[in-house]
């Protein structure tokens, strides 16, 4: 699928699909390395899968996995993936500019 140009991918459920009481960051650091290198930063989007990842996780904590993986990119990276890709392909006006603001919940428009 990612070899097609229109295919995104949405990072997201992540936790879910984990152990409930034992992942680590360590244990998803595999999916979301073969999403960055299959769809590149243009083509990823960022998911909390809220409510549903509080089975596993608190919120911030299933936000966290992937801001902290996000991080090793440059900031334009980031800020593709933590809302602009949204924005840009969805077409909405609000969109998180920094993991502060993805971590709290918080948008600018």
């Known amino acids: 699928m990612a070899a097609l140009p229109n295919v995104v991918c949405k990072l997201s459920g992540l ?3 984990a152990n409930w009481k034992t992942w680590t960051a360590a244990d998803l650091e595999r999916c ?7 769809f590149g930063p243009e083509r990823l ?10 089975l596993a996780a608190e ?11 996000l ?7 980031r800020t593709a993936v933590l809302g602009g890709n949204a924005a840009r392909i969805w077409r909405l006006g609000a969109h998180c500019n920094s993991s502060k603001e993805l971590r709290t919940g918080t948008a600018t428009t």
Do not use: N
Not at 59 to 69: I, K, L, P, W
Not at 71 to 77: C, K, L, V
């Open 71 to 77: 991080a090793r990119f440059s900031t334009a990276e």
């Open 15 to 17: 936790v879910t699909e």
């Open 59 to 69: 919120y911030e904590r299933a936000v966290g996995v992937t801001v902290d993986f």
């Open 32 to 38: 979301l390395t073969v999403a960055w290198e299959a």
């Open 45 to 54: 989007l960022m998911g909390s899968d809220w409510p549903v990842c509080t």
